[in-house]
């Protein structure tokens, strides 16, 4: 596959240590972390990063001792790292596989619930695709858009790198584990695929619901609108859980930051990034 390389940087680093006090009515969530110093490292998953963003910015204006750094990468490099202990924190966007969990003995901790949806560019007006159709056009067999009753052009196809978790379950529970087409380009990360989906007017790929926006549209499969709700109902059926992955029991700092996540002060955080907390 061609790799397509694109402005932007999955690895996102950042370290918020002010003193700043937090408002009363968020201190009380945030009592678990007084008196606690410590660094907590967090990578992988791409689509983690706008509610581990979230905490972590709230834990650190809270508490000044307490640094907590995110990167990207993917859910291969999520499940890597917090096995070979360069991470407190491993991000998946699936299920680990028996294997990982016997040969790095790690933990999960699921915490959202997302929908994976095929892509578009606003001006595309294809507003419906069967099953059938994106397998036929992530496989090759449909190379042009005038096929699906678009305009005449041909199809640029993108996809998720084989870390990804997102390229996981869009492969296995929409494509069947079907093939993607060699002469697919490959982007790095959710946000990479929305840069180059709102600029390619005759392109098409996936992302994770919580990415969409007005940037892009995601059509409707077999009918069925993309939407959290019906991922939640099933009415919609790619979808997939969010998870935080510990090489085994978490020490009492990361353990705070999962339980934070999780927790009744995690949900606002969790749905402003467009996913369904579960409890």
């Given amino acids: 596959m061609k790799r397509f390389r694109t402005w932007g940087r999955c690895f996102l680093s950042f370290a918020l240590g002010t003193a700043l006090i937090a408002a009363s009515a968020s201190a009380s969530e945030l009592d678990a972390f007084k008196g606690m110093r410590g660094q907590i490292d967090i990578a992988g998953g791409t689509a983690h990063i706008p509610v581990m963003k979230d905490a972590a910015r709230k834990i650190m204006q809270a508490n000044p001792d307490i640094r907590i750094s995110i ?17 407190q924190i491993g991000n998946t966007g699936r299920a680990l596989s028996a294997d990982e969990v016997a040969k790095y003995g790690l933990k999960s901790w699921p915490f959202a619930l997302d929908g994976v949806a095929v892509a578009l560019h606003p001006a595309n007006g294809i507003d419906s695709l069967t099953s059938r159709q994106v397998c036929d056009i992530f496989s090759g067999k449909i190379t042009n858009w005038k096929a699906l009753g678009g305009r005449d052009a041909a199809i640029h196809l993108y996809t998720r790198d084989e870390a990804s978790g997102t390229r996981e379950v869009f492969r296995e529970k929409l494509l069947k584990k079907g093939p993607i ?10 946000g990479a695929m929305k840069t180059v989906l709102a600029g390619d007017p005759d392109g098409i790929g996936y992302v994770s619901i919580g990415h969409i926006d007005r940037t892009i549209k995601a059509p409707k499969l077999d009918q069925v ?20 992955n510990t090489k085994g029991e978490p020490d ?9 996540v999780r927790g009744p002060e995690g949900e606002p955080m969790i749905k402003a990034a467009g996913y369904l907390p579960i409890r």
């Fill in 71 to 87: 990167a990207a990468g993917g859910s291969g490099v999520g499940v890597q790292k917090a096995g070979e202990g360069l991470v």
């Fill in 181 to 190: 087409a060699d002469t697919a380009n490959v982007v790095t990360s959710n």
């Fill in 225 to 244: 609108a993309p939407t959290q709700d019906n991922a939640l109902s099933g009415k919609y059926p790619v979808v997939r859980k969010l998870y935080m």
């Fill in 252 to 260: 009492a700092l990361t353990a705070a930051f999962i339980n934070y």
